[in-house]
């Protein structure tokens, strides 16, 4: 299994960023996809999460209307639309699977907001 996350960035508060997540070995259509982030000091937490089959998806309160997770399984890509950044985003977002009891993570995608 391999993870890696891209788009990552600088950006104003009020700004928007997308972020992608490229995966490869294993059968990527199968299996929910989820984003991580965290922040200097602080654990890691769960962002948002999208299913498998009908691409449900579960937003942490903090994100909910503001970023929009998705997936492409053509490409094997997962994707974090993020509007109306706050400093309060400012962390590592990890994207993340779960797959035969082991629980994979990328490499990580810096996000800074700030003036």
């Known amino acids: 299994v391999h993870l890696a996350e891209s788009g990552g960035g600088l950006v104003q508060p009020g700004g928007s960023l997308r972020l992608s997540c490229a995966a490869s070995?294993?059968?990527?259509?199968?299996?929910?996809m989820s984003w991580y982030c965290q922040a200097p000091g602080k654990e890691r937490e769960l962002v948002a999460t999208?299913?498998?089959?009908?691409?449900?998806?579960y937003y942490a309160d903090s994100v909910k209307d503001r970023f929009t997770i998705s997936r492409d399984n053509a490409k094997n890509t997962m994707y974090l639309q993020m509007n109306s950044l706050k400093p309060e985003d400012t962390a590592v977002y990890y994207c993340?699977?779960?797959?035969?009891?082991?629980?994979?993570w990328g490499q990580g995608t810096q996000v800074t907001v700030s003036s």
């Open positions: 070995g294993f059968t990527f259509s199968s299996y929910a």
């Open positions: 999208i299913t498998s089959i009908r691409s449900s998806t």
């Open positions: 993340s699977t779960f797959f035969r009891g082991v629980r994979y």
